[in-house]
C-alpha cells in the first residue's frame, strides 16, 4: 500500500512524538476532507492513543520492527505502507553519493548503467 492511497471516508492521520520515550500513549491527530458546495471542508480531531502492539521478526537475523502506528488502526501495518517520495528522494541519494565518490551513480546522467548502485543489495530504506 503507497502513502495516503485509501478511501475517501478513512481519515489521514498524524502523530505527534511523545516528550518521553516511555509513553504509553501518543496524540494523534485524524482530519478528513469532505467537498461541500462552498468547496473542501477540512475536519479535524486529536485522539490519545496506545501504540499499534505488532512486531515483524526477521527470524534469520531475529531483528525485529514494531508498528509505528496506534493500536487497532485499519490500514496496513507501518513495514507494509510505502512512500514513494521517499523512495524517489533515497535513490537521489544514494546516485549522487556514488558519484561523489567518484563510482558513477547508476543514472543516465551519473555514466553507470541502470542499477548499479543496488549491487549487493545494500541500499537506503526510509521507514515510514
Not at 492511497?5 to 489521514?12: M, P
Not at 565518490?101 to 530504506?125: F, I, P, S, W, Y
Amino acid at each position: 500500500m503507497k502513502l495516503g492511497e485509501h478511501d475517501e471516508k478513512t481519515e489521514h492521520a498524524a502523530q505527534f512524538w511523545a516528550g518521553e520515550m516511555a509513553a504509553t500513549r501518543d496524540l494523534w491527530m485524524f482530519w478528513t476532507d469532505t467537498d461541500t458546495d462552498t468547496g473542501m471542508r477540512r475536519s479535524f480531531r486529536f485522539a490519545e492513543l496506545p501504540p499499534c502492539p505488532a512486531v515483524m521478526r526477521t527470524l534469520a537475523t531475529d531483528e525485529r520492527e514494531v508498528c509505528v502506528l496506534f493500536d487497532r488502526h485499519s490500514a496496513p501495518h507501518s513495514w507494509d505502507v510505502t512512500d514513494p517520495l521517499a523512495d524517489l528522494m533515497a535513490e537521489r541519494m544514494r546516485e549522487e553519493v556514488e558519484r561523489e565518490r567518484g563510482g558513477g551513480g547508476g543514472g543516465a546522467d551519473g555514466g553507470g548503467k541502470e542499477g548499479d548502485a543496488d549491487e549487493g543489495g545494500a541500499g537506503v530504506t526510509p521507514s515510514g
